[in-house]
Nanobody
Framework: QVQLVESGGGLVQPGGSLRLSCTAS????????MAWYRQAPGKQRELVAS???????NYENSVKGRFTISRDNAQNAVYLQMNDLKPEDTAVYYC?????????WGQGTQVTVSS
């Protein structure tokens, strides 16, 4: 069974930075196309960023230029460097494999951006 564990969230002031980590485990499981999602209170979970196996990336417009998704295949891990954080970035952040589709979520990690 595949397990995903997110970490690295916390409370930061606007303009601050955080680096989120997602580690995957499971017999013979290797991450493929991975993504970060976030869910703010009372809102739908939304796609934030994705990364292909070859390292190519896509970003939601509101985070483009501020967030960077990366991966370490040897560690079965994906990361999200978040800079210039804004209050509207406040959410629980989750990682997920999107291709091949795999409906597995971790516990998420809370990011709160507030003065």
């Amino acid at each position: 069974q595949v397990q995903l564990v997110e970490s690295g969230g916390g409370l930061v002031q606007p303009g601050g930075s955080l680096r989120l980590s997602c580690t995957a485990s499971g017999t013979n499981f290797r991450i493929n196309v991975m993504a970060w999602y976030r869910q703010a209170p009372g809102k739908q979970r939304e796609l934030v960023a994705s990364i292909f196996a070859n390292g190519g990336t896509n970003y939601e417009n509101s985070v483009k230029g501020r967030f960077t998704i990366s991966r370490d295949n040897a560690q079965n891990a994906v990361y999200l460097q978040m800079n210039d954080l804004k209050p509207e970035d406040t959410a629980v952040y989750y990682c997920k494999q999107v291709l091949p589709p795999l409906n597995v979520w971790g516990q998420g990690t809370q990011v709160t951006v507030s003065s």
